[in-house]
């Protein structure tokens, strides 16, 4: 049985992870997380993921005390800053890691792939297999089609997410970049006033916010005559939560070292 830590519990994707973690076979659940000050703290995890039954299991606010249970990997979707203090944490007490965490800036990923020097941590910003698909097929086309056409990526997302563009979106920002030679320089993060042409290495990233959009990525080729449009809709958090359970069980079997979906998955490294 992989003996599983999964913090944020309270969260949608906590309590998603919790609830499906349950009817995993070959996995089990030895601890639960919450931010200090959380009114999740001390409750049964059950209670505190919304599911129907209690767990039998006390959430803390202290992930060293989780690990302490036997833990052999983390499961960490709850905030860039969190992420950054338990890969801290994982990497001295050599727990292994699944973060989904976004909103990651150059400074904090650099401290995940510190960590990631002496544990195995996959990092992932979208862990259903359809989108790291998307992915893949995504710097194909861009390979494909070429110049001539311009690119931009659309992203929606439910009206509680704080970080802006998704990680997905900036995922494929820069796999579409590498496929068509262009670097972060040529990304333009939405637009506004008096601009002139759009320049045709640019690389447009949009992001709109409403409602309970669970996730929805669009890649935009824009060509004269046609148009190409790539979209992954996710109508449930069950398939980011699945595909981060099949994460933690290949992440213990690594090397020390950072690795992504699509390492997890088998499909070509886009970037
Ligand atoms: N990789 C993927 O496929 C996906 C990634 N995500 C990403 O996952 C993250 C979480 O998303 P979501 O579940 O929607 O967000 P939520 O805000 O619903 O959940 C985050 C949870 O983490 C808790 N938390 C914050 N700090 C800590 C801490 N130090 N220790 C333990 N728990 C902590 C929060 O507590 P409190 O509310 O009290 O602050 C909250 O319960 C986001 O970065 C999001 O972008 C989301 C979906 C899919
Ligand atoms: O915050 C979310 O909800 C999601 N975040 C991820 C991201 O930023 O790409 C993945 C997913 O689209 C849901």
């Not at 996959?122 to 992915?135: D, E, F, K, Q």
Request: neutral net charge; charged residues 20%.
């Amino acid at each position: 049985m992989l003996r599983t830590v999964i913090t944020g519990v309270s969260g949608r994707m906590g309590s998603t992870l919790l609830r499906l973690a349950r009817s995993t076979p070959g996995l089990t659940v030895v601890g639960a997380t919450s931010r200090t000050g959380s009114p999740a703290v001390g409750q049964d995890a059950g209670t505190a993921a919304r599911l129907s039954d209690p767990l039998g299991l006390a959430v803390l606010d202290d992930l060293g005390k989780a690990i302490d249970a036997g833990a052999q990997v983390v499961i960490d979707f709850t905030s860039a800053e969190a992420s950054v203090e338990h890969a801290r944490l994982c990497a001295v007490r050599g727990v292994p890691m699944v973060i989904g965490s976004t909103g990651f800036s150059p400074d904090t990923r650099s401290e995940v792939a510190s960590a990631s020097m002496s544990i195995p941590i996959v990092l992932a910003p979208n862990t259903s297999v359809g989108v790291n698909v998307v992915i893949q097929v995504a710097a194909e086309l861009a390979r494909v089609l070429g110049e001539g056409f311009d690119v931009e990526v659309l992203e929606t997302h439910h009206n509680k997410k704080k970080d802006a563009p998704s990680g997905t979106a900036l995922r494929l920002a820069e796999v579409l970049a590498q496929s068509l030679g262009r670097t972060s320089d040529d990304l333009v993060f939405a637009r506004k006033g008096w601009l002139g042409a759009r320049a045709p290495q640019e690389i447009g990233v949009q992001a709109l916010r409403g409602g309970d959009v669970v996730g929805e990525h669009t890649v935009f080729f824009f060509g004269e005559g046609e148009r190409v449009e790539l979209t992954h809709r996710a109508t449930s958090r069950d398939q980011f939560a699945k595909g981060a359970l099949r994460a933690a069980n290949w992440v213990v079997a690594q090397r020390p070292g950072i690795y992504d979906m699509a390492d997890v998955l088998g499909l070509k490294r886009t970037a």
